[in-house]
């Protein structure tokens, strides 16, 4: 599942590709709105202000003179993507839409008022968007303000780590749960998964299994900064490429390259040497050094 770093890259690769172009036409090819969601139709005719990341999702601000701002908002879950195609681009095969097409938006050419709402929007595209999704995880939220923040799945977000500070960070770390498990409560931190868990705690040299209160302040102010720095890394190299993870351009990432411990149970430590060992914590395969992690 792309996690953080993925997540952001999608957003700053998909931004000059959508920001100030007006949606001709969202159409949802197969199934992947959640049940709290606007119908796809109401975006029609709605502009692309805006597009940053929170926690895992991709969200997009569409307004429109006069109307109440839409939130269209995206999570990649396990195998989703987001690809955009402009100019001849959109005549290629792989703009074309597929077996594995959720969704399709058609926009106009950026900073002009489009003809949204005609019978022949096609001749008016200047770029495509594809929600691609091969195991059909990935899920769209449309909706204003209001349902925005009802909506479950984003009321119940915690902080950002890259900028909660770490005063907050270790006030939040906190319980009987095992550390990790605690990193990727998207409650307590938002946009923390399996990779950025084991390489942050191998980087700090904590156990994944240790309980969080059994961690001192200075272990969580460690900790802290290996997350910190781990993640902007990894934007900095356009996230990991592990299985299916691209951005908005196709272009895969790096940051697998630097991977100390996850996807590397029983080979040997980089640091010591010892073997690296993998066991099953909290249902994740979680890999780390009995020697570097105490």
Same mark, same amino acid.
């Given at each position: 599942?792309?996690?953080?770093?993925?997540?952001?890259? %999608?957003?700053?690769?998909l931004?000059?590709? %959508?920001?100030? #172009?007006?949606?001709?036409?969202?159409?949802?090819?197969q199934?992947c #709105?959640?049940p709290?969601?606007?119908?796809?139709?109401?975006v029609?005719?709605?502009?692309?202000?805006?597009?940053?990341?929170?926690?895992k999702?991709?969200?997009?601000?569409?307004?429109r @003179?006069?109307e109440?701002?839409?939130?269209?908002?995206t999570?990649?879950?396990?195998?989703?993507?987001l690809?955009?195609?402009?100019g001849?681009? #959109?005549e290629?095969?792989?703009?074309?839409p597929?077996?594995?097409?959720?969704?399709?938006?058609?926009l106009?050419?950026?900073?002009?008022?489009?003809t @949204?709402g005609?019978a022949?929007?096609?001749g008016?595209?200047d770029?495509r968007?594809?929600?691609n999704?091969?195991?059909?995880?990935?899920?769209?939220?449309l909706?204003?303000?209001?349902e925005?923040?009802?909506?479950?799945s984003w009321?119940k977000?915690?902080?950002?780590?890259?900028?909660?500070? @770490?005063?907050a960070?270790v006030?939040?770390?906190k319980?009987?749960?095992?550390i990790?498990a605690?990193?990727?409560?998207?409650?307590?931190?938002?946009?923390i998964?399996?990779?950025y868990?084991?390489?942050?705690?191998?980087?700090?040299?904590?156990?994944?299994?240790?309980t969080?209160d059994?961690?001192?302040?200075?272990d969580k102010?460690?900790?802290y900064?290996?997350i910190?720095?781990l993640?902007?890394?990894?934007?900095?190299?356009?996230?990991?490429?592990?299985?299916?993870?691209h951005?908005?351009?196709?272009?895969?990432?790096?940051?697998?390259?630097?991977?100390?411990?996850?996807?590397?149970?029983?080979s040997p430590?980089?640091?010591c040497?010892?073997?690296?060992?993998? %066991?099953?914590?909290?249902g994740r395969?979680?890999?780390?050094?009995?020697?570097?992690?105490k």
């Amino acid at each position: 599942m792309p996690e953080l770093p993925e997540v952001e890259t %999608v957003v700053r690769t998909l931004r000059p590709h %959508v920001e100030g #172009r007006e949606i001709l036409s969202m159409t949802e090819v197969q199934h992947c #709105r959640v049940p709290e969601s606007l119908p796809c139709s109401a975006v029609q005719g709605y502009t692309v202000r805006e597009v940053f990341r929170r926690g895992k999702f991709i969200v997009c601000r569409l307004e429109r @003179a006069g109307e109440e701002d839409i939130f269209w908002v995206t999570h990649l879950r396990m195998t989703g993507s987001l690809m955009a195609y402009e100019g001849d681009g #959109r005549e290629c095969e792989a703009a074309k839409p597929g077996r594995y097409t959720r969704c399709v938006l058609h926009l106009g050419a950026a900073g002009t008022q489009g003809t @949204a709402g005609t019978a022949d929007t096609q001749g008016q595209e200047d770029c495509r968007v594809l929600f691609n999704d091969v195991r059909t995880f990935g899920r769209i939220f449309l909706g204003r303000q209001k349902e925005l923040q009802a909506w479950s799945s984003w009321k119940k977000l915690g902080p950002e780590p890259l900028t909660m500070g @770490a005063a907050a960070f270790v006030a939040a770390v906190k319980g009987r749960r095992a550390i990790k498990a605690v990193l990727m409560d998207q409650t307590v931190l938002a946009g923390i998964g399996n990779i950025y868990a084991d390489e942050s705690l191998f980087a700090a040299g904590i156990l994944p299994s240790r309980t969080a209160d059994s961690l001192s302040v200075g272990d969580k102010e460690r900790l802290y900064a290996e997350i910190v720095r781990l993640l902007n890394l990894s934007i900095a190299e356009c996230g990991s490429s592990i299985r299916d993870y691209h951005d908005a351009n196709g272009n895969v990432g790096a940051f697998q390259n630097h991977f100390m411990v996850y996807g590397r149970g029983g080979s040997p430590c980089l640091h010591c040497q010892g073997q690296l060992e993998k %066991v099953t914590l909290n249902g994740r395969g979680t890999v780390f050094c009995p020697t570097c992690q105490k």
